[in-house]
Nanobody, 121 residues
Framework: QVQLVESGGGLVQAGESLRLSCAAT????????MAWYRQAPGKQRELVAT???????TYEDSVKGRFTIARDNAQNTVYLQMNSLKPEDTAVYYCNAQVAMTADLHYREYWGQGTQVTVSL
C-alpha cells in the first residue's frame, strides 16, 4: 500500500557532497515524522536525523553542521543533504516514515530499501 523509494547514494571522495531523497508513494493521506538511519558493516543501525511534521529537525552529534534534513510535504518526500563527507559516513542509509493511509490517522512505520553511500579518502 505504501512504499518508500530512496535515491541519491553513490561513491564520492572525502569532502564532497551527496543529496539523498526518499519519496512515500501509494496510498498516503498523512505523514508524521520522517527520519534517516544508517548502518555500517559490523555496527548497529543508528539514527542520523529526524524531521517532524512541522519541519523541526534533530541530528546525531557526529553529523551536526554537515548534514541537513528537509521535507516537502506536498510531495511526501524527505531529503538528506550531506556535505563535507567523511569516510566514517560510509554506510547503507535507510529512510523511515510514519504514514497514515486514511483520515483516521492510524500511523504505521515504513522503511526504505536502503541506499549505499561510500566515501573514499
Amino acid at each position: 500500500q505504501v512504499q518508500l523509494v530512496e535515491s541519491g547514494g553513490g561513491l564520492v571522495q572525502a569532502g564532497e557532497s551527496l543529496r539523498l531523497s526518499c519519496a512515500a508513494t501509494g496510498t498516503v493521506f498523512s505523514i508524521n515524522s520522517m527520519a534517516w538511519y544508517r548502518q555500517a558493516p559490523g555496527k548497529q543501525r543508528e539514527l542520523v536525523a529526524t524531521i517532524y511534521s512541522r519541519g523541526t529537525p534533530t541530528y546525531e552529534d557526529s553529523v551536526k553542521g554537515r548534514f541537513t534534513i528537509a521535507r516537502d510535504n506536498a510531495q511526501n518526500t524527505v531529503y538528506l543533504q550531506m556535505n563535507s563527507l567523511k569516510p566514517e559516513d560510509t554506510a547503507v542509509y535507510y529512510c523511515n516514515a510514519q504514514v497514515a493511509m486514511t483520515a483516521d490517522l492510524h500511523y504505521r512505520e515504513y522503511w526504505g530499501q536502503g541506499t549505499q553511500v561510500t566515501v573514499s579518502l
